[in-house]
Structures are given as structure tokens and as C-alpha cells.
């Protein structure tokens, strides 16, 4: 079995700048308000748990939590904004690295035929 890992890494301050990203095109569908991301804090290591600040555009600070699959669709997101390739096929997870940095890995398993 061949395994492809693909590894990108934010620090918190570029983390910021994605979910800001992600809340301004998803969270409407999710029933945010359009906003600025002031700041973020890690809730949890494992699985990935993180709030988010949001200044909305109406005055209103407002308070979100992103479970690891929120951080995973918006580092999706902003890399597909971004023209970053990622595969469909790949098994997409978020983690807090032991440095403090939000990885982003995308593992590929195909078969290798040996005949």
C-alpha cells in the first residue's frame, strides 16, 4: 500500500485569517453573521476544538466554536480559494502541533500492484 501524506502548517495568527475567510463565505449558511474574526482560542488539543471571536458587521461580538470538522472545511476552503490543490480523494484532518501550529494533513492510500 503506497501512502501519499500531504502536511500544511498556520500558525495562529494565519489560522485567523482562514476562519475569518470561512465566516464571511459558510457561515451565513451556518447562521453566522458576516464578521470580522478578532481572535481565536484552542478549547482543546485533540480533537481539535477552537472558539472564535467575531466582531459582526452589526456591532455584535459574537462567539463560535469550529469542532474539527469547522477547521477542516475552513482550511478546505481557504485553500480552495487560494488555488491550493488538494485532492478529493484524501482523508483531510486538523491538529495542533507540539510547536502551537495548526496542521493540516491529507493522506492518500492507494494499492500497489506487485505482480
Known amino acids: 500500500m503506497a501512502v501519499e501524506i500531504r502536511r500544511i502548517l ?3 495568527d494565519e489560522f485567523k485569517v482562514i476562519a475569518n475567510l470561512y465566516v464571511n463565505l459558510v457561515g451565513p449558511s451556518m447562521g453566522l453573521a458576516e464578521g470580522t474574526v478578532m481572535a481565536i482560542d484552542i478549547l482543546e488539543d485533540d480533537p481539535l476544538e477552537v ?4 466582531q459582526a458587521r452589526d456591532g455584535r461580538q459574537i462567539q463560535h466554536v469550529f469542532d474539527k470538522d469547522n477547521v477542516v472545511a475552513a482550511m ?3 485553500c480552495s480559494e487560494m488555488k491550493i490543490p488538494l485532492s478529493k480523494k484524501s482523508v483531510k484532518t486538523a491538529k495542533k502541533n507540539s510547536e502551537g501550529k495548526f496542521t493540516f494533513d491529507m493522506v ?3 494499492a500497489v500492484n506487485l505482480s
Open 10 to 12: 498556520y500558525s495562529a
Open 76 to 78: 478546505t476552503t481557504f
Open 51 to 54: 472558539r472564535v471571536h467575531i
Open 108 to 110: 492518500i492510500q492507494s
